[in-house]
């Protein structure tokens, strides 16, 4: 078994490119056989994957998640496990997988429409404020405070959608402020929208916030970010395996760090869709 780590060299600012040396240094160290393959303008982290999967590895993405959902079509329906080495801007995705004891595991994945994710796919002011991340990262402002700048700027800009929502036991139709369609725990750099979701329960925790006053937003994001909006007024939450969500006028999901836009959207629960590799120790090495 070989170990293949797909480098994002732009993610985390750099920091991706500038860990390859402690990467090499850990798998020499430990005897492992391994390669490192770097993403290109004109090879994804998808392309890269691909290349293995007629093979049996721990296919290590390098970068944040947005790199690993554009990774994830090259592995899902393989033998390969996949591992992570969370080196971008908000790694929500490895925040949940840091909670889950080492080993492999077999976890479910979240499918919109025809796009995999691991973490969370949402639509609303969250989604907007995830969005628009990309407006502050080649600036002065660091990292750590991306989130917190984008939710300002999102705050002033936001305006409400209507929402139809269909699943087997209910049916929403009406405007929104959040709806989070939750496999992990976390978004947004830390933000804990689904403190009690598994990645092994087969089941997705939606998370939907009626429409509220503005200034009752920011509030109910700072009860976000310790997992105490549960049980809230205006919150409200439920679990199913599949829904179904339809839109007046085109909006944009977020999804794992990935834009996906749209009217009409159809989000389901693969179980078991995808075994992880989960090795705590040797990425806080390669990290350190």
Known sequence: MKYI??????????????????????????NYEYEIRYIEKDLSGADIASEYKDEENVIY???GDGTLAKTLPGVV?????????????????????KTMEDGAHKID?????????????????????ANNLDLFRNTIVPSSQLYTVSIFYTFFKFKFKKIKLTTRVKVLDTEYTILSICNGSYYGGGYKIAPKSRLTDGLLDIYYAEKMSKFKIIPLILKLKKGKHEGK????????????????????????????????????????????????????????
Do not use: M, W
């Open 5 to 30: 780590f797909i480098v994002n060299k732009g993610a985390g600012k750099g920091k991706c490119e500038r860990i390859v040396p402690k990467i090499e240094e850990e798998c020499q160290k430990r």
């Open 61 to 63: 993405v390098v970068g």
């Open 77 to 97: 329906g393989t033998k390969n496990r996949l591992g992570i080495i969370p080196a971008g801007s908000g790694n929500d995705t490895y925040r949940t997988i």
């Open 109 to 129: 994945l979240g499918k919109i429409n025809d796009t995999y994710f691991i973490n969370v796919a949402c639509t609303g002011i969250d989604a907007e404020v």
């Open 233 to 288: 007024r205006r919150i409200h939450k439920f679990r199913c395996d599949k829904v179904e969500i339809n839109f007046e006028e085109e909006i944009v999901f977020n999804v794992d760090g990935e834009k996906l836009s749209g009217k009409d959207f159809k989000i389901e629960v693969l179980k078991e869709a995808l075994v992880l590799h989960n090795d705590k120790e040797f990425v806080e090495e390669i990290l350190d």
